[in-house]
């Protein structure tokens, strides 16, 4: 925000933010009783991606940049298991699922990119 980095101007860096934010709304459709459990850990997960994408794009050693792409990849791979869960358990019912899909698989898709360019 107050830093002006090249890790900004990168797609994924701002395909990771869109995504989060879409996370946070597909959260506020989860029951309260998983405030502590499936609400946290998914908007822990989301906000990895994010920061593990700026975190890795301002390392010098591709060995270094690779490994924080791949615990970003890791934290996108963990929301989609916590999606599987919330929708066995009928909690998005209500929610459009479209957009945070598109959001997820191109931000996977990015990041798959990313490791393998390293």
Partial sequence: MFLKLNHQG?????????????????TQCLPNDEKFGMISQIRRAALSVHLNIA???????ATERKRFFEISRG??????????????????SNFNMMILETQMVKCFKLLTGLINKQ
């Fill in 55 to 61: 975190e890795g794009a301002s390392r010098k050693s």
């Fill in 75 to 92: 934290s996108l791979i963990e929301i989609d298991a916590a999606i599987d869960i919330a929708n066995d358990l009928n909690y998005l």
């Fill in 10 to 26: 990168l797609d994924i860096y701002t395909a990771s933010r869109l995504f989060v934010l879409e996370c946070y709304k597909l």
